[in-house]
């Protein structure tokens, strides 16, 4: 009988024979069938039937006990189908432990025995395992006490070779896997295509791959392949020099003697190589634009700075943009280049141009650029980014002068004096200074002075001053020539002008008393005084 792919089953079937009052004799257990065939196809085999007889040849005998042993190591017992007792029989059919089924008389210390007739006296499953090699694997009958069957028949399971899996592959099992990879551009990868080529009927080929690690990696990393299938895995290089690195890949599998036996292996060697890569690039620190008036258009850059050269016929595209936001941000030129390989490492120009308009407020943006490589790398290189800022607009000043402008400059002295008057420059309801560049005569005449340091910047919300004069003529009752002085300021469009005269005049002096005037002067009051007194007395 030929099973395949299921349970064997052994089922012992006997019988205990006991006639009153007699002697034991020729009481037997017999396998039957003997011999049981299975097939090794992978998978426990189907069930089938064995016949344990038990004859009672003889006088009823006290009790007996025999034990059946058999190779745990390859069969087992189904856990649903362990030995069982017997309807109707005073015997007894117990697992002992792994490999040792105990079949006894019920009586075996009893008295009477009490009848007994021939009849199964258990039953009982076995498993063949999955894989299970071919071979013969005997079931013994042992007499365990003197009253015991004699003559005992017992059996055996003949397991012959059935449909394997086999293990073939592409390349062949054991051959070498070499992978050249260029440094710096993404793993290179060989395959393995694997089939499982036993015949037909055969289980499915199952594989697990280990010991790649660090450059070489395979995936994946199990196999489960059907009867003339196959399934490709992938053996990847991801060099870092131009060292090689090998290491031995193991395949470990169920196959059967139709292919290459377990393990198979394979000696990967993954070797870097130089070959065209692209320059690599940075973006330096943004040059913003500077502070200007509100609502006005201010322009920054941003460096590009070339970090390595790179391999001949590779190159490197940036394309840089900027999202429009509050200031009104964008990109004005250099955002879109190619660098060639091999490339001068250093800043590269131009350098990104951006502008942006100058709001109530600071605002920050950033420029993206993609980058791009020929030959194309995996995975692909992140983007360069860098901050930028759009400075907060100024509110244009409001230039004043104190006094205003066209108010005329008189100055009169005693001959060869200096005489001068300040002017102050006002700057409200604005948020930027400005800034006076210059005060001058014009006609340009010697005497007229003007002091203070140009330029001369006037704060928001702040004053500044000078001071405009002139040196009298050394002659009473003549002047300077007239002349006009014009202040200037050029970025706030401010102009004042201020005609200004110079006179020398002898003042005339006013006389001063002496100590005893002044006495004589309070003398003759006080006389005065007297004198219209008695006066008035007299009229009185």
Not at 89 to 110: E, K, M, Q
Not at 191 to 216: D, F, I
Not at 320 to 337: D, E, L, M
Not at 449 to 470: D, K, Q
Request: hydrophobic share 35%; with cysteine.
């Amino acid at each position: 009988m030929r099973l395949s792919k299921k349970k064997l089953v052994l089922a012992a079937v006997g019988s205990l024979l006991f006639a009153a009052g007699g002697a034991v004799s020729a009481q037997t257990i017999a396998l039957t069938p003997s011999t049981v065939n299975g097939t090794t196809t992978g998978g426990p085999t189907t069930p089938t039937t064995i016949q344990v007889v038990f004859t009672n040849g003889g006088a009823n005998p006290a009790g007996w006990q025999a034990d059946i042993t058999y190779n745990n190591a390859v069969l087992s017992i189904a856990p649903s189908t362990t030995a069982i007792t017997p309807s109707g029989h005073f015997t007894t059919c117990v697992v002992v432990s792994p490999g040792l089924i105990r079949v006894a008389s019920a009586n075996i210390t009893g008295s009477p025995p009490g009848p007994h007739v021939n009849g199964n006296v258990c039953n009982i499953q076995f498993t063949l395992p999955n894989p299970t090699a071919a071979g013969t694997y005997p079931l013994a009958i042992t007499n365990t006490v003197s009253l015991a069957p004699t003559g005992n028949t017992p059996g055996q399971i003949v397991v012959s070779a059935g449909p394997q899996p086999a293990y073939s592959s592409v390349p062949a099992p054991g051959a070498a896997v070499n992978i050249t990879d260029t440094i710096g551009g993404g793993p290179t990868t060989a395959t393995v295509t694997v089939t499982n080529s036993g015949p037909s009927g055969a289980p499915n080929l199952t594989a697990t791959l280990s010991g790649l690690s660090g450059v070489l990696s395979v995936s994946p990393t199990s196999l489960n392949i059907a009867q003339g299938a196959n399934q490709t895995f992938t053996i990847g290089c991801d060099a870092t020099s131009t060292t090689p690195v090998t290491q031995t890949l193991t395949i470990t599998h169920n196959g059967g003697t139709g292919g290459a036996s377990s393990p198979v292996t394979h000696q990967v060697t993954c070797t870097g190589v130089t070959g065209p890569s692209a320059p690599t690039a940075a973006l330096g620190a943004a040059t913003n634009p500077p502070a200007g008036p509100i609502n006005t258009t201010g322009n920054g850059t941003v460096p590009v700075n070339v970090t390595a050269a790179g391999v001949a016929t590779a190159s490197l595209s940036l394309n840089c943009t900027i999202p429009a936001g509050t200031a009104s941000f964008a990109i004005t030129g250099g955002g879109t280049r190619t660098i060639n390989a091999p490339a001068t490492v250093g800043p590269n120009a131009p350098p990104i141009g951006f502008s942006c308009v100058r709001q109530a407020s600071a605002v920050s943006g950033t420029i993206t650029c993609t980058q791009t490589t020929v030959p194309a790398e995996t995975p692909a290189r992140p983007n360069l980014t860098a901050q930028v800022e759009c400075p907060a607009g100024t509110v244009a000043p409001n230039p004043g002068v104190n006094p205003a402008s066209g108010t005329t400059f008189n100055f009169v002295g005693a001959p060869s004096t200096s005489v001068s008057q300040p002017i102050t420059f006002t700057n409200t309801g604005g948020t930027a200074s400005w800034v006076v560049d210059n005060c001058t005569f014009s006609p340009a005449v010697t005497g007229y002075t003007v002091t203070g340091t140009f330029p001369l910047t006037v704060p928001a919300g702040g004053t500044a001053a000078i001071s405009v004069g002139c040196t009298t003529p050394a002659t009473a009752g003549t002047s300077l020539a007239n002349t006009t002085l014009t202040c200037v300021g050029a970025n706030a469009q401010f102009n004042a002008t201020f005609p200004v005269t110079c006179r020398a005049e002898q003042l005339v002096p006013v006389p001063t008393m002496s100590s005893a005037g002044k006495a004589m002067m309070a003398l003759l009051v006080l006389l005065v005084g007297l004198i219209g007194f008695q006066l008035y007395r007299r009229s009185a």
